[in-house]
């Protein structure tokens, strides 16, 4: 099988977690037009020996971080998912908003996109939930224009965290399912993060 796609990066704030409950986000928001997401997982090695051989071992996720990349993400989203502050500015004709950046945390947030799938010929869509993570802005790059036009895409970090949904005991840090369509894998997706229909 290949992966050969991407699509729909989607984010909703989280409002309230409590440990044992389902998280509950408030609105969500298409974060841009998607290019690459780059994620890795941090899988625990922590083996357990006995008679000069592995007895256990403690194996699951600890956490994940990557970069997400789009072809654009607009000044309202970006500063609503690295929690910069809007200000308005109305003194002088026209009104204006610009954005500060400060030493406030970014938002906790739950996230995801869709990966497109082909095997022999036949197209399948996978859609991940991530259920808590963090936002933080890459590097801030320019270049001149020269004469040929490198394309310089917005990316963001991103680092993730486990929650507790239910009464298991255990951490949970995404969801995932495969779609025989891409209707409903996004039908899926946009209901995870409480995105408008519209």
Do not use: C
Not at 31 to 39: Q, S, W
Not at 60 to 73: A, H, P, Q, R
Request: glycine share 10%.
């Amino acid at each position: 099988m290949s992966y050969i796609g991407m699509l729909s990066p989607v984010a909703a704030p989280i409002e309230e977690e409590v440990n044992g409950s389902a998280i509950e986000y408030g609105t969500g928001m298409i974060i841009g037009p998607a290019v690459a997401a780059n994620l890795n997982l941090d899988i625990a090695d922590n083996p357990d020996y006995g008679d000069d051989i592995i007895i256990d071992n403690d194996n699951g996720v600890n956490g994940y971080s990557g970069t997400l990349e789009t072809n654009n993400i607009t000044a309202a989203g970006r500063a609503a998912l690295l929690g910069w502050t809007a200000v308005q500015d109305s003194s002088t004709p026209p009104a204006t908003t610009h954005y500060e950046v400060s030493d406030a945390a970014a938002p906790y947030v739950g996230w995801g996109f869709i990966r497109v799938k082909m095997f022999k010929g036949v197209k399948s869509w996978e859609a991940f939930w991530f259920h808590k993570a963090q936002f933080s802005p890459s590097a801030i790059n320019a270049n001149t224009k020269q004469r040929s036009i490198e394309w310089n895409h917005p990316s963001l970090n991103v680092t993730g965290m486990g929650a507790y949904l239910d009464t298991s005991g255990k951490a949970k840090y995404f969801d995932w399912m495969e779609f025989s369509s891409l209707s409903a894998a996004q039908t899926w997706l946009n209901g995870r993060a409480n995105v408008p229909s519209t």
